[in-house]
Structure formats: structure tokens, C-alpha cells
């Protein structure tokens, strides 16, 4: 029985662009454009890419009670936020797995915007409700489909934004956000993304992608912005060694294991669902760790290969990728602890042979600011 993938508002824009479209977790969505992945790469580090991430769920939580109620639900810590602020964050099950990784918004008191991944808005959606109780002074929305999202990144992204709107781009800080118009059209505006580049985020109605999308390729043209697709977007944030749910993250994963204690707020005053199990785990000291990598010898390691060190398998490869700006090829394993420091030799097997690398630190690329 075939079920019908889900279509973004942009998805006609994307396949006169000659884009290549894949089934993107239950979605029809460009993995790459003419340009390429590498050029699409190249473009968002030295200028601006464009991406359509109007696939990401948001969720509404609105009331007397939603700091509250969010503040139980995820590791970082919601009360802290300012109006007009936005964090990262991990929904975590009662094992101390992570449901998943998300960024929360605060509009206000009473006013906080959840936005999740695509494949797991669903999941993310039955598991808040099923947490909202009778004693609980709030309203729960999905609002999926009331937005697109476009993000525009790179070292060009805020001037060509800037040409779009009367808003003041560059006052606002990295994870601040604000609400104004886009070439006319009411947007949110949130300087966040997921490329380890500059840019924004941009927040509008469904009925209004195409007309945001083309503007900002105008505004951008003389500046040689690209629009990038899936495969781009990936070894972006993999360069900026960002965790990508389903590879570094998922229900059996502890944000503590892959670097993301800084959003595990074990010291906060909520307990947080899986809060007394990553402070065991923390005590007890972790079992593996999520390394980065770089290949020492010709290779492209890929999700899923093994890592052996001293002839007995030890990790597995989360994700692998050639990095397009680095000019190498990276990736990020599990690893035990004792293993995971920097310069540890370890081979990956690629398809029969056991190639070497070593473990580098991350992030892999970091832009200057």
C-alpha cells in the first residue's frame, strides 16, 4: 500500500529549480539542486543558501502554566529564558533517552513555541499531550501547518535579509528572535539555524513560502545565493558537528553521551521527566561518548560502520560525510569513554577493510566571528 508523501508549500518552487527530490520522512523534499551538494555547501559557507525547512512541526503551548509545564518536559532550563528568547533543548523519555531535540521560544509568560523535527512531530505531539493533566492551566496546539519555514545562512545571509525587511537584522542576537514583516508579509524572525553559519530563520504563512522563497533568491542574486537541499544541510551541521535526530540523538540515546550536558540541567529546580536517571548515569560515569573523526587514510566512513581499536570492534559511526569546506572526511562515532580522546588511532570498516583514522575535536568547523 503506498501513502502519499507530504508536500511543503514550496514543493513546486523546488522541482522547477530541477531540484532532486527524495522521501525525506514521509516528505517530498529536495535532497540537492543543479548546482550540487558541494556547491551548495560552498555557497552557504562563503555566501548564502537557502533552505526549505517548512517540514519542521511547531507546537503551541499556551496558559498561566506553560513554563511549568515545558520546564518538566525538556533538559534545558525553560525559566531562564527572556521574552523574545529561544533555547535549545531535548524532550527525554523516563529512561533518559531523548524523544527528541527541539528549540523553544518564548513569546512571553504565558506564550511559549515548541518547534520539533519533521519525522517525529507526530510522536512529539501524542507524547506533550500525554503529559498535560487536568491540573495543568493550559492550551496545547499543533500548529504544523499554519507556518512555512525558510532558513537563509551564511556570512551574506543577514545583509540579504536586511534588503527584505524594516526590522533591525543585525541588533539581534544569535538564538533571539522577533516578530515584523518580510518583504510585507508578517513573519517571525529568529536568528537561529543549523548550518554553524550566520542567518535566520524566517516564520510565515503557507500561502506566502513562494512569494518569501523568490524574494530572498532576488534579493540574493547578485550576491550568489544558492538554494541547497537535504544533502547540504547535512554536511553542514556534521562540519559544526550538530547532532541529527535518528543518527547522534533517538529514544535510547542520553544527551549527556553526545556533549549535550549543556542543555541537561541536572541542577534545576523542575524534575524534568529522566532527570533522576541521567543524574545516575552521570554519577555513575558513561558507558560510551560520541567522538568526532577525521580519516587518516583514503575512505568515507557512513552511518552505521563499525570502529575497531586494537583489532576488537569498539564503536560504530553515527554519521560520515566528506567535509565540502574542510576538504577531508569526517564523521562521528560512539566510542568508550577511555577511548575518545583527542588523537586516539581508531580504524573504520569500510565495507571489508579496516581504514584508520583518529579522534579530532569537534566542532570540525567553526566560523569566525
Not at 517525529?120 to 499531550?129: A, G, L, Q, V
Not at 541588533?171 to 508578517?186: A, M, R, S
Not at 553559519?197 to 524566517?202: A, K, L, R, S
Not at 547578485?222 to 547540504?232: T, V
Request: contains cysteine.
Amino acid at each position: 500500500m503506498s501513502t502519499e508523501l507530504k508536500k511543503t508549500p514550496l514543493n513546486g518552487v523546488h522541482r522547477e529549480l530541477g531540484g532532486k527530490m527524495v522521501d525525506f520522512g514521509g516528505w517530498d523534499m529536495p535532497v540537492q539542486y543543479k548546482a550540487g551538494v558541494i556547491e551548495e555547501h560552498m555557497a552557504t559557507r562563503t555566501r548564502a543558501g537557502l533552505f526549505d525547512v517548512s517540514h519542521m512541526g511547531e507546537i503551541w503551548v499556551e496558559g498561566p502554566d506553560a513554563i511549568a509545564f515545558v520546564d518538566r518536559l525538556t533538559t534545558n532550563d525553560v525559566t531562564k529564558l527572556a521574552d523574545g528568547q529561544a533555547h535549545y533543548s531535548a524532550l527525554t523519555n523516563h529512561d533518559g533517552g531523548v524523544v527528541d531535540d527541539l528549540l523553544v521560544y518564548r513569546f512571553g509568560p504565558k506564550r511559549l513555541l515548541l518547534v520539533v523535527n519533521a519525522a517525529t512531530t507526530d510522536k512529539d505531539w501524542h507524547w506533550i499531550r500525554s503529559h498535560h493533566s487536568e491540573h495543568d492551566d493550559l492550551a496545547l496546539r499543533n500548529a504544523s501547518d499554519d507556518y512555512c519555514q525558510i532558513a537563509i545562512q551564511g556570512p551574506r545571509a543577514v545583509a540579504i535579509l536586511q534588503r527584505l525587511t524594516e526590522t533591525e537584522l543585525e541588533p539581534i542576537k544569535y538564538y533571539w528572535f522577533t516578530e515584523g514583516k518580510v518583504d510585507g508579509v508578517d513573519a517571525i524572525i529568529s536568528r537561529t539555524g543549523y548550518t554553524g553559519e550566520d542567518g535566520f530563520e524566517v516564520y510565515a504563512a503557507p500561502d506566502k513560502a513562494v512569494q518569501l522563497w523568490q524574494a530572498m533568491m532576488h534579493a540574493g542574486a547578485d550576491e550568489g545565493i544558492l538554494p541547497c537541499g537535504l544533502a547540504a544541510r547535512n554536511t553542514l551541521r556534521l562540519e559544526s558537528a550538530m547532532s541529527l535526530y535518528g543518527h547522534e540523538l533517538g529514544d535510547d540515546i542520553a544527551p549527556l553521551e553526545v556533549g549535550l550536558g549543556w542543555i541537561t540541567k541536572l541542577g534545576k529546580d523542575s524534575d524534568f521527566i529522566g532527570k533522576d536517571k541521567l543524574a545516575a548515569m552521570k554519577e555513575a560515569g558513561l558507558k560510551r561518548k560520541l567522538a568526532g573523526f577525521e580519516m587518516t587514510e583514503p575512505g568515507i566512513a557512513r552511518d552505521g560502520f563499525d570502529v575497531y581499536i586494537n583489532g576488537e570492534k569498539a564503536g560504530v559511526v553515527t554519521s560520515g560525510s566528506p567535509a565540502p569546506f574542510l576538504k577531508k572526511n569526517i564523521g562521528l562515532a560512539f566510542l568508550p569513554p577511555e577511548f575518545a580522546e583527542i588523537g586516539q588511532e581508531i580504524k573504520i570498516d569500510i565495507r571489508g577493510k579496516q581504514v584508520a583514522a583518529k579522534v579530532v575535536p569537534t566542532p570540525f568547523y567553526k566560523r569566525a566571528k
